[in-house]
């Protein structure tokens, strides 16, 4: 299983970016797709989850309304579209799969896979 994020970068406050996660080397039909993020000195957070097929989606209290996850099937791509940033979403961002279960289960220690992660710096 790869997983293989894109789309972080430096932007200013109140600004937009779209992270994209590519998943493959398998079928993720039955995976949950999740969005984490890490602050220098700070443990890994879940910012938001989607499963591969219709249901609820999970987003931090801290990112909602701001950010939104979503999915393209045909393209076994997961995305996170950043908006309204501020200097305090700055982190290191990763993609994460892990096999069933729920949107809702958001603890990283039960994701199976994960990506190489992409920098997302908000500047003041």
């Known amino acids: 299983v790869q997983l293989v994020e894109s789309g972080g970068g430096l932007v200013q406050a109140g600004g937009s970016l779209r992270l994209s996660c590519a998943a493959s080397?398998?079928?993720?039909?039955?995976?949950?797709m999740g969005w984490f993020r890490q602050a220098p000195g700070k443990e890994r957070e879940p910012v938001a989850t989607i499963n591969w097929s219709r249901g609820p989606t999970f987003h931090a209290d801290s990112v909602k309304g701001r950010f939104t996850i979503s999915r393209d099937n045909t393209k076994n791509t997961v995305y996170l579209q950043l908006n309204s940033l501020k200097p305090e979403d700055t982190a290191v961002y990763y993609c994460?799969?892990?096999?069933?279960?729920?949107?809702?289960?958001?603890?990283?220690?039960?994701?199976?896979?994960w990506g190489q992660g992409t920098q997302v710096t908000v500047s003041s």
């Open positions: 994460a799969a892990k096999s069933g279960g729920s949107v809702y289960a958001i603890n990283p220690r039960l994701y199976d896979y």
């Open positions: 080397g398998r079928t993720f039909s039955s995976y949950i």
